[in-house]
């Protein structure tokens, strides 16, 4: 209801312009007999209905998710509507040059004089000046839709930008919190901490490296975390010491391969926007009671980024998996706002095998 009170006062009072700044106003109701003044009127209210369909269904339904065609319809379809509809409304009901001129009978012309005849060729009176004066009223017609029209246009796609970038900032401010909650949850950091001291009573000499890892991917998360888009080369990085932290806590049933082909240098990416993905692989492809197996490739191509997990399903005992489901439906969402149709995704789930395919246009 707040959003639509101000819709509701806001249109009334849009509604008396026309009427206040109409030469034939005198203070009362009179102004609406006045037929020219019903044609402006109008055309007023068919703006307005068009801003509120294009802001709230061209533009969203049609725009927004590339139905150009059909788009381009609807906006022609209200354009022919607001220059035709005013004309076709009002009392008069005819177009501008078919007004009362052309309702008047033709004037007594006077008997021929012997065998001259005032039109020799047969042809009606004035009728190359009515031509003319039809021809101009059809521009008059036209042009008078035209400014309202492309204000009515412009000014609804300039909101929906706005509500647009707005939602856009709104979604990476979420992923970020999401990635903050979901990354370094306490469980998390507990399972990493624990992996290590274990390592270090058993003087292994991967303590030192998994406190690296941890390390770099803690820095990273708070530096990186509140930027548009990161260096490719650094995001992989962190994904890395991310699957290296992972890798502490596996052993030697789990089968894991990591292939890494192409120049990433000059290439930047959204943050955090791929990690979800091996999280997920992590959790449901390793059970030390099983053979598990899981793989990640990242390829660079013509400034293309595939990115592949593939995890067999061995692990169906997940204590926060309607985090993981969150965190994924997230993911998508932000890649859907970031990079609209410059990327595809692909995700195959047959209960026994789980396979994302993600390819990124990074231009």
Known sequence: MKKILPHIILIPLLLTIPVVSSPDFDGTLSVFRVSPFQREFIRFVLVIIFFYLNLNIFLP???????????????????????????????????????????????????????HSPNPMGRPPFRHFDEHRNDASYQQMIFSSVLPFLFSFLSSLFIYRNIEKKELEKSKAKAELLNLKYQLQPHFLFNILNSIYSLTLLKSDDAPEGVLKLSNVMRYIVQESSKDFVELNKEIEYLKDYIALQLIRTDSSLDFSYTEIGEMKGLHIAPFILVNFVENAFKYGFNAEKESKISVKVIVQDNVLNF????????????????????LKNTIEHLNQVYGHKHTLVIHNDYKTYDVNLNINLI
């Open 61 to 115: 339904k049609l725009y927004g998710k590339k139905k150009y065609l059909p788009f381009i319809i609807c906006i022609v379809v209200c354009f022919g509507m607001m220059i035709f509809l005013p004309y076709r409304l009002t009392s008069e009901n005819v177009f501008p040059g078919g007004s009362a001129f052309t309702h008047m009978k033709p004037a007594a012309m006077p008997p021929p004089i012997g065998n």
């Open 308 to 327: 592949n997990v593939f995890n067999n399903i061995v692990n169906y005992k997940i204590t926060d998996e309607s985090s993981l489901k969150i965190g």
